[in-house]
């Protein structure tokens, strides 16, 4: 059994960055792969970036955040660090984890969910 708890979200200005943090109990996580996803209201969960267990897979990106997100780990805990934010970021974030078959840009192949974060960027 995983738990993940998001945090780190807030309101920033366009151009602006935040670091988001998942905190992860349960061992299973050190094995599991980890993913970022967004949702914003009247749509489905949006897949933003995703990482491998063992640190040799290269981290999946959405087009829309390449280059301007950064998705990083450790053992327990999961990270985003969202760069050049612009209004369309603006949405709750979402941490995921789970043994998926890689790469995963799926939400329903995650079993386990945090809360959600929200992020609010300002033009």
């Known amino acids: 059994q995983v738990q993940l708890v998001e945090s780190g979200g807030g309101v920033v200005q366009t151009g602006g960055s935040l670091r988001l943090s998942c905190t992860a109990s349960?061992?299973?996580?050190?094995?599991?792969?980890s993913a970022w996803f967004r949702r914003t209201p009247g749509k489905e969960r949006e897949f933003v970036a995703t990482i491998g267990w063992s640190g040799r897979l290269a981290p999946q990106y959405a087009d829309s955040v390449r280059g301007r997100f950064t998705i990083s780990r450790d053992n327990t805990a999961g990270f985003l660090q969202m760069n050049s934010l612009q209004p369309e970021d603006a949405a709750v974030y979402y941490c995921?984890?789970?043994?998926?078959?890689?790469?995963?840009?799926?939400?329903?192949?995650?079993?386990?969910w945090g809360q959600g974060t929200q992020v609010t960027v300002s033009s």
């Open positions: 349960g061992r299973a996580f050190s094995t599991y792969t």
């Open positions: 995921a984890a789970d043994a998926v078959i890689w790469p995963s840009l799926r939400p329903d192949e995650y079993r386990y």
